[in-house]
């Protein structure tokens, strides 16, 4: 099964970025290497039973099973000890990780509320870009209305090879990503 986004990305976008940024090989093109969904949940303390939720809610997202994260040191002030579990992820490749951008980019973020676009300045040093999700319930494959269901945010970084930041930001922008509109220049 072949994802719709990576024809996309094999067809349009490698030939638009070749000739965008005088690239002569098909294979230096920057592209998407993996897509990491992180949930952090704080709750996950008091009740465990809130991050196996949380766990459960990001494999139906993404299709694949959650990884528990656990905290690395120990800080008094958050009640938190070393080795607790505080959070999830998943780390997206290949057909896998098209789909759910594909899904996110045309299902997904649509249906925010008061949605003006993502923001073009949330890429790091390296080129990577990152976009925070205050509401799993955006997701379809999600039904809030069913248990007693915790809202709850997660980070969704997109990894790049090859690219700097306004190449990166060119491939979100032809595979679909909504960003904000730039602002006027007067």
Not at 2 to 7: H, K
Not at 54 to 66: E, N, P, R, V
């Given at each position: 099964m072949?994802?719709?986004?990576?024809?996309k990305?094999?067809?349009?976008?490698?030939p638009?970025?070749?000739?965008?940024?005088?690239i002569k090989n098909?294979?230096?093109?920057?592209?998407?290497d993996?897509?990491v969904?992180?949930?952090?949940?704080?709750?996950?303390?008091?009740?465990?039973k809130?991050?196996?939720r949380?766990?459960?809610?990001?494999?139906?997202?993404?299709?694949?099973?959650?990884l528990?994260?656990?905290?690395?040191?120990?800080?008094?002030?958050f009640k938190?000890r070393e080795?607790?579990?505080?959070?999830?992820?998943?780390?997206l490749r290949?057909g896998r990780?098209?789909?759910f951008?594909d899904r996110?980019?045309?299902?997904?973020?649509?249906?925010?509320?008061?949605?003006?676009?993502?923001?073009?300045?949330?890429?790091d040093r390296e080129?990577?870009?990152?976009?925070?999700i205050?509401?799993q319930?955006?997701f379809?494959e999600?039904?809030i209305?069913?248990?007693?269901?915790?809202?709850?945010?997660m980070?969704?970084?997109?990894?790049?090879?090859?690219?700097?930041?306004e190449?990166?930001?060119?491939?979100?922008?032809?595979l679909?990503m909504?960003?904000?509109?730039?602002?006027s220049?007067?």
């Open positions: 072949s994802a719709r986004l990576l024809e990305y094999r067809k349009e976008v490698i638009q970025m070749q000739d965008k940024y005088k098909p294979m230096a093109v920057p592209h998407l993996k897509v969904v992180n949930m952090g949940v704080g709750e996950a303390i008091s009740d465990v809130i991050l196996d949380a766990a459960q809610d990001l494999a139906t997202i993404t299709g694949q099973k959650a528990i994260r656990r905290a690395k040191k120990a800080i008094s002030n938190l080795n607790l579990p505080v959070g999830c992820k998943v780390t290949r990780m098209y789909e951008v996110l980019v045309n299902i997904s973020l649509p249906r925010i509320r008061d949605f003006n676009g993502t923001s073009r300045k949330a890429f080129g990577n870009y990152t976009l925070g205050t509401d319930g955006i379809p999600i039904d209305s069913v248990r007693d269901h915790r809202i709850q945010g980070d969704i970084t997109f990894v790049f090879k090859n690219g700097n930041k190449q990166n930001f060119e491939i979100l922008r032809l679909g909504p960003f904000t509109k730039e602002p220049k007067s």
